[in-house]
């Protein structure tokens, strides 16, 4: 079983930039298909960013062009850019696989204001 820890969330201007990382045990985390979801005040839990084993990506609507999902299999850690930000991108932040199988772990408060 994997087990997550996310961190490098903040609070940050409009316009500005914050880098999140996971960290994840286990022995496995390279065998799977990986993302970032996030849950906004009074919102569901949405994913923003999908990276295959092999580092093929893909993002929500409402991160492309802003956001960059990464990983580093040797380091069993999972990566999230995010650019050019905006109030309503203020969330919780999570990783976990594709399809959730990991139980989720404490998140990363990203809070975009002025």
């Known amino acids: 079983q994997v087990q997550l820890a996310e961190s490098g969330g903040g609070l940050v201007q409009p316009g500005g930039s914050l880098r999140l990382s996971c960290a994840a045990s286990?022995?496995?985390?390279?065998?799977?298909?990986m993302g970032w979801y996030r849950q906004g005040p009074g919102k569901e839990r949405e994913r923003v960013a999908m990276?295959?084993?092999?580092?093929?990506?893909s993002n929500a609507d409402s991160a492309k062009g802003r956001f960059t999902i990464s990983r580093v299999n040797a380091k069993n850690t999972l990566y999230l850019q995010m650019n050019r930000l905006k109030a309503e991108d203020t969330a919780v932040y999570y990783c976990?696989?594709?399809?959730?199988?990991?139980?989720w772990g404490l998140g990363a408060q990203v809070t975009v204001s002025s």
């Open positions: 976990n696989s594709d399809g959730q199988l990991f139980e």
């Open positions: 286990g022995s496995s985390f390279r065998v799977y298909y």
């Open positions: 990276i295959t084993p092999d580092g093929a990506t």
